[in-house]
């Protein structure tokens, strides 16, 4: 594969167009060395690709999102980018320990609040864009992300309701965290043999346990603050499903 920068310069990467390792419904990613790997969009990703967006989630360098490398372009829109790889743990999540998804929550939570500050909406995070790594948990994949923006004199003029709207979009994004972390420890209970066809949508008994655990008090407070008062005393998140679902 062939690609060139904002400048014309060409890189060659010698990958094979199947020998990708992770895909979306509009994108492919290959690995390219030991650090880092290539994302190819198809032709729609492209057309809406937001390149300004992009250029400003790079440039807040945030440490619980995956760091972006190198755009390559075609037809002067950006076809193609390098970013950080990340490797996944062997271990599921409701297997580590308490403390790391604390920390790591705590730390999402501090970027997204960043992201809320500069009016970007993280719309496109869902449990698949989530990565755990046995070192730390980063968010992947901001295409689908939306910026705002003060576009009326109201809100040009107006402090307060500028930062209502921050307000607003922070919530909104806690929201989305939460919610792709419900989904994300459903498919790991799935993965573990908990009938959740039955559990998660028929059985409102079970199913409250994680409503429990990801409600955050109406996304107005901390989310690491809110579990970890719920999961007090429990080595590990499986603790506390085999503690509340075993009654």
Known sequence: MIFYDKEGKSYSFNISKDDYFDYGSTSKVYRINSDECLKV????????????????????SL????????????DGKIKAYTMEYLEKSKKSILDMHTEYLLDNLHSLYKDILVLAKHLIVTSDLYHRNIVIGDSGIKLIDFDGYLKM??????LKQNILKQNILKQN???????YLLYAFKRLFQEELI??????????????TRNKYLNYLFDCNGYKEEPAKVLERKMIGTKTPMELFDRKWNK
């Open 191 to 204: 993965a573990k043999g908990f009938e959740l066809n039955d559990v998660f949508w028929n059985n409102m």
């Open 149 to 154: 923006s003060f576009d009326s004199d109201i």
């Open 41 to 60: 969009m198809d032709k729609d990703s492209v057309m809406y690709f937001k390149e300004e967006l992009y250029d400003e989630i790079k440039s807040l």
């Open 63 to 74: 440490d619980s999102l995956v760091k972006l490398s190198i755009p390559f372009y075609q």
């Open 169 to 175: 979009i922070l919530k909104q994004n806690i929201a």
